[in-house]
């Protein structure tokens, strides 16, 4: 199968374009997903009862194809980009939801109680002390997550709002393996860009970590 670079080169910006809008339309859902999963999963930290209830529901979403899902929000958004977020959105909360509380979970209970001797509030605890130390664990689904949108928004295409999907389909239509070949290294260029860009995050969030291996080295 032969590369046809000039074609690539002719339509440099056309790729750039649709890449840009599947980055957007792949990270808004993951970021929409975290500030549902973040206190989401606090309520069901301190309430233990609701995590088994949200859990599941969080999972028989993420079952929902994907095709079926769009549909479903059809009526109410339309051929729009909302029906891929919101769709995408509902899909990260299954791996969100369990990381946000799995990182919280993994305060240790003397650090918890430290800071409350200290005059923390639950408030101030949760903020200062709780979410800071949680962090490693929420990026590591975030992760996951941002990696998981990158992939599914090329099935947005089917409605008309794929980012590369476009690309993939439309090289389909004219047997074209180009087009295809190249939107499909761009999104896995896209899924390693995003990737490192969250690892960059984590070390930003958590400078101890950092210190910790530079002592220990």
Same mark, same amino acid.
């Given at each position: 199968?032969?590369?046809?670079?000039?074609?690539?080169?002719?339509?440099?910006?056309?790729?750039?374009?649709?890449?840009?809008?599947?980055?957007?339309?792949?990270?808004?859902?993951?970021?929409?997903?975290?500030?549902?999963?973040?206190?989401?999963?606090?309520?069901?930290?301190?309430?233990?009862?609701?995590?088994?209830?949200?859990?599941?529901?969080?999972?028989?979403?993420?079952?929902?194809?994907?095709?079926?899902?769009?549909?479903?929000?059809?009526?109410?958004?339309?051929?729009?980009?909302?029906?891929?977020?919101?769709?995408?959105?509902?899909?990260?909360?299954?791996?969100?939801?369990?990381?946000?509380?799995?990182?919280?979970?993994?305060?240790?209970? &003397? /650090?918890?109680? +430290?800071? !409350?001797?200290?005059?923390?509030?639950?408030?101030?605890? @949760? $903020?200062? =002390?709780?979410?800071? %130390?949680?962090? &490693? /664990?929420?990026? +590591?689904? !975030?992760?996951?997550?941002?990696?998981?949108?990158?992939? @599914? $928004?090329? =099935?947005?295409?089917? %409605?008309?709002?794929?980012?590369?999907?476009?690309?993939?389909?439309?090289?389909?239509?004219?047997?074209?393996?180009?087009?295809?070949?190249?939107?499909?290294?761009?999104?896995?260029?896209?899924?390693?860009?995003?990737?490192?860009?969250?690892?960059?995050?984590?070390?930003?969030?958590?400078?101890?970590?950092?210190?910790?291996?530079?002592?220990?080295?």
């Amino acid at each position: 199968m032969g590369i046809d670079w000039a074609w690539i080169g002719e339509h440099t910006a056309d790729l750039s374009e649709n890449a840009l809008l599947h980055l957007r339309l792949s990270l808004l859902p993951v970021l929409f997903g975290l500030l549902i999963s973040l206190p989401l999963g606090v309520l069901c930290r301190r309430w233990r009862w609701l995590y088994p209830p949200t859990l599941t529901l969080a999972n028989v979403l993420y079952a929902i194809p994907s095709l079926a899902l769009f549909m479903v929000f059809i009526d109410y958004t339309g051929l729009t980009p909302t029906t891929v977020i919101i769709s995408l959105t509902l899909y990260s909360l299954s791996v969100l939801v369990p990381n946000v509380v799995d990182g919280l979970g993994s305060v240790p209970e &003397p /650090v918890r109680q +430290a800071a !409350t001797a200290m005059g923390f509030g639950p408030l101030r605890r @949760l $903020v200062r =002390v709780e979410l800071p %130390i949680a962090v &490693p /664990v929420v990026i +590591a689904g !975030t992760r996951v997550a941002a990696v998981s949108s990158i992939s @599914l $928004v090329a =099935v947005g295409q089917l %409605i008309g709002q794929g980012g590369l999907g476009y690309d993939i389909v439309r090289g389909h239509q004219l047997q074209f393996p180009t087009q295809i070949l190249a939107a499909c290294v761009l999104i896995m260029l896209l899924a390693l860009a995003t990737d490192a860009a969250l690892v960059v995050l984590q070390r930003v969030l958590t400078p101890w970590a950092r210190a910790r291996g530079r002592a220990a080295a």
